[in-house]
Nanobody, 125 residues
């Protein structure tokens, strides 16, 4: 049974930082591409950052230069380092895994088979 468990969310002031983690189990982790998505109330789920099986990364324009996605295949863990946080970054953040996503679709949620329960990030001004 595949499980993705996010942690590290919280409340910070604008300009602050958070590091999200996603622990994966029940899958051959290094064969899966991983990504972070976020969803604010009343809005669609949007791709934030993705990392392909061999490490290539892609970012949404809104987070480029502020967020960094990484993975530790030995620990089956995905990370998202978020710096210079803005109020518009407030959302529930989800990690997701896919064995079939093409690199150019890393931020498209329809390609992902497994999802975590999410961790809330709140940024106050």
């Amino acid at each position: 049974q595949v499980q993705l468990v996010e942690s590290g969310g919280g409340s910070v002031q604008a300009g602050g930082s958070l590091r999200l983690s996603c622990a994966a189990s029940g899958l051959t982790y290094d064969r899966y591409s991983m990504a972070w998505f976020r969803q604010a109330p009343g809005k669609a789920r949007d791709g934030v950052a993705g990392i392909y099986t061999y490490g290539t990364t892609i970012y949404a324009d809104s987070v480029k230069g502020r967020f960094t996605v990484s993975r530790d295949n030995a620990q089956n863990t995905l990370y998202l380092q978020m710096n210079s946080l803005k109020p518009e970054d407030t959302a529930m953040y989800y990690c997701a895994a896919s064995s079939r996503v093409a690199i150019w679709s890393l931020l498209n949620p329809t390609w992902y088979d497994y999802w975590g329960q999410g961790t809330q990030v709140t940024v106050s001004s």
